[in-house]
C-alpha cells in the first residue's frame, strides 16, 4: 500500500500572518437574493441523497439557493491571522475556511468566484485560457455538457498560518464542502456527482502568488432521469 504522510497538525505556538491572494477579477454578477427555504425533512434528504450523473442546466434562482444553503458565510469575527474567521454551513478547521468555489456555467466560457460575504460571482480573468485544459479532462471524465461545474481552490497559507502539518486540515474542509453540497443538491431536487480529479496542474495558474491548489470538481444539474 502506498500511503502520504501529511503529517499530524497541531497549532502554532504563535500563528504566521498570512497575505490573501490577489485575484484578477473582471464583472461581478449578483445572485438572486431571495433564496429559497429547503423544506425537505433532513431525514428524507440522508435517505436520498445519491450520486447522479445526468444533467439539466440550472438557473439562476436554483443556483443562486444551491450556493446560499451550501457556501455562504453566515457570520464572521477579525482575527490576527489577515483575514476574518468565519461562520459556514460547513465545518472548517479553525473556522478558516481556505476552499473557494469556482463556477463554470453551460453556455457561457467564463469561471466565476461565489464571494460568500456577499452572494455574488465574480468573473475571474483568464481563467477561460488557464482552465482550458481542465475543462478539456472533465468533459472526459464525465461529459455533462449541461452541468454546472464547481472548482474547489483551496488557499493552503490560510490554514498553515494556524497549523502546522496542516496539509490534511485543507483537504477535510474540500470534503467536508463536498458532503454538504450534496446534501443541499437533494434537498432541492437536483443532482450532484463528484468527480475525482483535483483540478491541477490547472487551478494553482489561477493566481501568479503560488498560494492555489486544486482540491476538487464536482458536477450540478437539474434531475434529467436515472443515469
Given at each position: 500500500m502506498t500511503w502520504i504522510d501529511l503529517g499530524d497538525p497541531l497549532p502554532r505556538s504563535t500563528p504566521e500572518r498570512y497575505s490573501l491572494v490577489?485575484?484578477?477579477f473582471g464583472e461581478f454578477y449578483t445572485l438572486?437574493?431571495?433564496a429559497?427555504?429547503?423544506n425537505c425533512p433532513f431525514g428524507e434528504v440522508l435517505d436520498a441523497r445519491n450520486t447522479q450523473r445526468t444533467f439539466g442546466v440550472v438557473d439562476d434562482e436554483q443556483l443562486g439557493t444551491f450556493l446560499?444553503?451550501?457556501?455562504?458565510?453566515?457570520?464572521?469575527a477579525a482575527s490576527s491571522l489577515g483575514f476574518d474567521l468565519e461562520h459556514r454551513t460547513a465545518p472548517s478547521a479553525g473556522a478558516i475556511h481556505p476552499i473557494h468555489v469556482v463556477v463554470k456555467r453551460p453556455g457561457d466560457a467564463r469561471?466565476?468566484?461565489y464571494q460568500p460575504s456577499t452572494h455574488q460571482l465574480v468573473e475571474l480573468k483568464q481563467a477561460h485560457t488557464r482552465l482550458?485544459?481542465?475543462?478539456?479532462?472533465?468533459l472526459q471524465v464525465l461529459t455533462g455538457a449541461d452541468a454546472t461545474r464547481l472548482l474547489f481552490v483551496a488557499e493552503p497559507g490560510k490554514t498553515l498560518s494556524k497549523y502546522q502539518d496542516g496539509c490534511s486540515l485543507v483537504w477535510r474542509d474540500a470534503g467536508a464542502i463536498l458532503g454538504i453540497m450534496a446534501l443541499t443538491a437533494t434537498a432541492q431536487g437536483l443532482n450532484f456527482c463528484p468527480l475525482g480529479i483535483t483540478g491541477e496542474p490547472w487551478a494553482s495558474a489561477l493566481a501568479?502568488?503560488?498560494k492555489l491548489a486544486g482540491v476538487g470538481l464536482a458536477l450540478l444539474g437539474t434531475a434529467t432521469g436515472a443515469w
Open positions: 490577489d485575484w484578477n438572486p437574493a431571495q429559497a427555504a429547503l446560499w444553503h451550501a457556501c455562504r458565510r453566515r457570520g464572521s469561471w466565476w468566484l482550458a485544459g481542465l475543462l478539456e479532462l472533465s501568479d502568488q503560488g
